[in-house]
């Protein structure tokens, strides 16, 4: 799909971005073209980000106002990004690009 480049999406494990133990492409629905490329888990990569999950979770409390501004932020880089998500959502899914704008916009509203 014109206007979605290829990316590579690795893991984030324990607060760092690393390579998984293999790759999978991924492929446009609607063209068949590959426009990316996606990191796969191995099972000890999932059982470490299940055990960094755990961990910063219970270590982590944020107090509600610090937890609404991160929030705020995300939702203000989704909304920010809007044409660039729902051009990859489509590109991923088929869906068409109104549907995927409408999917992006209730994210925005998620949050």
Do not use: C
């Not at 755990?54 to 106002?65: G, I, M, Q, V």
């Amino acid at each position: 799909m014109r206007g979605v480049a290829a990316q590579r999406a690795k893991l984030f494990i324990g607060g760092h971005w690393v390579a998984g133990s293999a790759t999978f492409p991924v492929v446009d629905k609607y063209s068949g073209a590959i426009i990316g490329e996606a990191d796969r888990a191995s099972r000890e990569q999932v059982g470490e980000a299940v055990s960094s999950a755990r961990a910063s979770f219970e270590s982590t409390r944020l107090d509600p106002y610090e937890r609404f501004r991160i929030l705020r932020r995300a939702s203000e880089l989704v909304e920010s990004n809007r044409q660039t998500l729902a051009r990859t959502i489509t590109a991923e899914s088929g869906i068409p690009i109104a549907d995927a704008l409408n999917e992006v916009s209730r994210t925005v509203q998620t949050f």
